[in-house]
């Protein structure tokens, strides 16, 4: 099975503009997590989704959103970027996201550079 | 207190030697427990995952989990050079209708040959 992809992997704004990162999942996992990784703050959550519905969502501001598609791919967006937005973005799957002994796989992150 | 605590490091261990990675938690709810080893640039790749109190092996690797202490372990028997990285200990936190991973902060280990 082909693992976690994410396009794009390096990506430099400005700003105060806007980025939109995108996840396919592994054949047949339908949960789709998205973690924020800085090395002040380390691994952050920031939503799940699973059936197109964001079930979860961790302690960011509104500017960060996010969508899944019917094919279980997965776009997040942020609006409005900030210098403390320069992160490694990973987007992680799994089967259904809700078994305590499900285990989330990563891709290889998208890594964000705001000037 | 933090839901997951890591000492941060750097653990330097020799070639061949042991090393031992160790995390605590704050949930006692807690079910599960994963171990990811994360290369510098690189995306975390998991090594282990345990959910039974005791020990756990897997070739070079061993998971230990004392749940009534709550606190859960990784040993790296034989250490290799490649096996420098740093590690993070992931436990699932039930938020709502679903499990988020709640990671510590890592432990950097460097093998020095």
């Known amino acids: 099975k082909a693992g976690v992809t994410q396009t794009p992997r390096y990506l430099i704004k400005t700003r105060g503009q806007q980025v939109t990162l995108s996840c396919s999942p592994i054949s047949g996992h339908r949960s789709v997590s998205w973690y924020q990784q800085t090395p002040g703050q380390g691994l952050q959550f920031l939503f799940e989704?699973?059936?197109?519905?964001?079930?979860n969502k961790g302690n960011f501001p509104g500017r960060f959103s996010g969508r899944q598609f019917s094919n279980s791919r997965s776009e997040m967006n942020v609006s409005t970027l900030e210098l403390g937005d320069s992160a490694l973005y990973l987007c992680a799957s799994s089967s259904t996201g809700t078994g305590f002994q499900e285990t989330q796989y990563f891709g290889p992150g998208t890594r964000l550079l705001v000037l | 207190q933090k839901e997951v605590e890591q000492n941060s490091g750097p653990l330097s261990v020799p070639e061949g030697a042991i090393a031992s990675l160790n995390c605590t938690y704050s949930d006692r709810g807690s079910q599960s427990f994963f171990w990811y080893r994360q290369y510098s640039g690189k995306s975390p790749e998991l090594i282990m995952s345990?959910?039974?109190?005791g020990d756990k092996e897997d070739g070079r690797f061993t998971a230990q989990l004392n749940k009534a202490s709550q606190y859960v372990s990784l040993l790296i028997r034989d250490s290799q050079p490649s096996d420098s990285a740093t590690y993070l200990c992931a436990v699932p936190t039930w938020g709502g209708a679903t499990n988020k991973l709640i990671f510590g902060t890592g432990t950097l280990l460097a093998v020095q040959p």
């Open positions: 989704y699973f059936s197109e519905t964001q079930r």
């Open positions: 345990i959910y039974s109190n």
